[in-house]
T-cell receptor
């Protein structure tokens, strides 16, 4: 069935270093892959997305890579800052706008 | 200024009772959704609506009933509440249902005792 696997449940990096979060999906029909950030006790905040007609998208310090053949996509955060600490969720869109989410990655930025 | 308003923010209910979670969006979107987040299942799709019509229902239990009285409203009625229903319920919306950003409300945190 429809599934999104998020490989890292926790990730800790030093401030200024890069962080990478990896996800895989099962349905080859998926064509839209957003990422969300959730701070403790708060809602989901959209950070970046990628559509299946491209394999790379960058927005400031964030880059998303999409490998359709491997059914894999990843979020790269460069020059990490303390405010990047949060839980990050990857997702893939299925029928009727349904988002299937990964399990989340808790990213901690160490000073 | 929140564009998706969920009420209440917190809700405590007694087992067996019925509650309604309110959601209104002021983004002009035609698609609305409900998602649930709990310790057991991080983020789970429940329903999708487009132009006030049910498009997808992934909730096995009929105790969960969405209600759309207006184009920008999608409330969630939950009957015969159980402790397992304790979760944060997020309302979301998007313009269309294909390959477009989905915006989330702040959530209603439901605790069933």
């Amino acid at each position: 069935g429809e599934k999104v696997e998020q490989h890292e449940s926790t990730l800790s990096v030093r401030e200024g270093d890069s962080a990478v979060i990896n996800c895989t999906y099962t349905d080859t029909a998926s064509s839209y892959f957003p990422w969300y950030k959730q701070e403790a006790g708060k809602s989901l905040h959209f950070v970046i997305d990628i559509r299946s007609n491209v394999d790379r998208k960058q927005s400031q310090r964030l880059t998303v890579l999409l490998d359709k053949k491997a059914k894999r996509f990843s979020l790269h955060i460069t020059a990490t800052q303390p405010e990047d600490s949060a839980i990050y969720f990857c997702a893939a869109i299925y029928n009727q706008g349904k988002l299937i989410f990964g399990q989340g990655t808790k990213l901690s930025i160490k000073p | 200024d929140p564009k998706i308003i969920q009420k209440p923010k917190y809700l405590v209910a007694v087992t067996g009772s019925e509650k309604i979670l309110i959601c209104e969006q002021y983004l002009g979107h035609n698609a609305m959704y409900w998602y649930r987040q709990s310790a057991k299942k991080p983020l789970e799709f429940m329903f999708s609506y487009s132009y006030q019509k049910l498009m997808d229902n992934q909730t096995a239990s009929s105790r969960f009933q969405p209600q759309s009285s207006k184009k920008n409203h999608l409330d969630l009625q939950i009957t015969a509440l159980k402790p397992d229903d304790s979760a944060t319920y997020f309302c979301a919306s998007s313009q269309g249902q294909a390959n477009t950003e989905v915006f989330f409300g702040k959530g209603t945190r439901l605790t069933v005792v």
